[in-house]
């Protein structure tokens, strides 16, 4: 069984579990308080020199809302080699699995920048229920996007393969709750605040940095 842990990663939760019994698990080879260090590095898909990070989240999850603000604002401090991808997860929770769906198809139709906020502020702000397709089709077509195009981008079979591809890639970087952060296709970031979450890429984004400066050194 799945759950939404709010906006820390399974680790944290059993470091805290842990201390309640006075016994914290060891870090990993390569974890730190920031971070946790995936022990199979994944596909990352941003040109060369950049550093992909990653959002896992959900239109349907209240704590997204509340991280999307923030993470867009602290997006638009980063250097230019920073790119973010979101990734949203179904959790098998159909409701979900439809915001899935939304976000690609949105994506699909190019009313993803328009309408990716609205979204956020429609459910959580306005109580708009958007969890199914007719409700999503008319609330999308009420907000100047096309009815027909959106609805069969929603229901195609590309738009499909995005949300197994989706969900694929949730269980390979091990996610468990939402918001969630990974760097460099290698890095979990931990954190017990939205601050903290932020603060913590920014050390791992920092990393990545050394790293690929170190390498690129000649070796003496």
Same mark, same amino acid.
């Given at each position: 069984?799945?759950?939404?842990?709010p906006?820390?990663?399974?680790?944290?939760?059993?470091?805290?579990l842990?201390?309640?019994?006075?016994?914290?698990?060891a870090? %990993?080879?390569?974890?730190?308080s920031?971070?946790?260090?995936l022990?199979?590095?994944?596909?990352?898909?941003?040109?060369p020199g #950049?550093i992909?990070?990653?959002?896992?989240?959900?239109?349907?999850?209240? !704590?997204?809302a509340?991280?999307y603000?923030?993470? !867009?604002?602290?997006l638009?401090?980063?250097? #230019?080699d920073?790119v973010?991808?979101?990734?949203?997860?179904?959790?098998?929770?159909p409701?979900?699995?439809?915001?899935?769906?939304?976000?690609?198809?949105?994506?699909?139709?190019?009313?993803?920048?328009?309408?990716?906020a @609205?979204?956020?502020?429609a459910? !959580?702000?306005e !109580?708009?229920?958007?969890?199914q397709e007719?409700?999503?089709?008319?609330?999308?077509? @009420?907000n100047?996007a096309?009815y027909?195009?959106?609805? +069969?981008a929603?229901?195609?079979?590309?738009? +499909?393969?995005?949300t197994?591809?989706a969900? #694929?890639?949730a269980? %390979?970087?091990?996610?468990?709750?939402?918001?969630?952060?990974?760097?460099?296709?290698r890095?979990?970031?931990?954190?017990?605040?939205f601050?903290?979450?932020l603060?913590?890429?920014? @050390?791992?984004?920092?990393?990545v940095?050394a790293?690929? %400066?170190a390498?690129?050194?000649? #070796? @003496?």
């Amino acid at each position: 069984m799945r759950f939404n842990l709010p906006a820390r990663p399974l680790i944290a939760a059993l470091l805290a579990l842990a201390a309640l019994s006075g016994q914290a698990p060891a870090l %990993a080879q390569g974890d730190t308080s920031e971070y946790r260090v995936l022990p199979t590095p994944q596909p990352t898909q941003v040109p060369p020199g #950049k550093i992909e990070v990653l959002e896992f989240f959900s239109y349907a999850c209240p !704590h997204c809302a509340e991280f999307y603000p923030l993470l !867009h604002t602290w997006l638009a401090a980063q250097s #230019k080699d920073v790119v973010l991808r979101r990734v949203p997860v179904g959790f098998d929770r159909p409701p979900w699995i439809n915001m899935q769906r939304a976000f690609y198809a949105l994506q699909a139709s190019g009313d993803l920048d328009r309408l990716d906020a @609205k979204i956020f502020q429609a459910i !959580h702000e306005e !109580h708009i229920p958007l969890f199914q397709e007719q409700a999503l089709f008319d609330w999308v077509s @009420k907000n100047g996007a096309s009815y027909e195009q959106f609805a +069969n981008a929603y229901g195609s079979f590309a738009i +499909n393969n995005d949300t197994v591809q989706a969900d #694929k890639m949730a269980e %390979a970087y091990q996610i468990t709750g939402v918001p969630t952060l990974a760097v460099d296709g290698r890095y979990l970031v931990l954190g017990d605040s939205f601050t903290e979450i932020l603060t913590n890429a920014q @050390k791992a984004i920092e990393r990545v940095r050394a790293e690929r %400066a170190a390498a690129a050194r000649p #070796k @003496k």
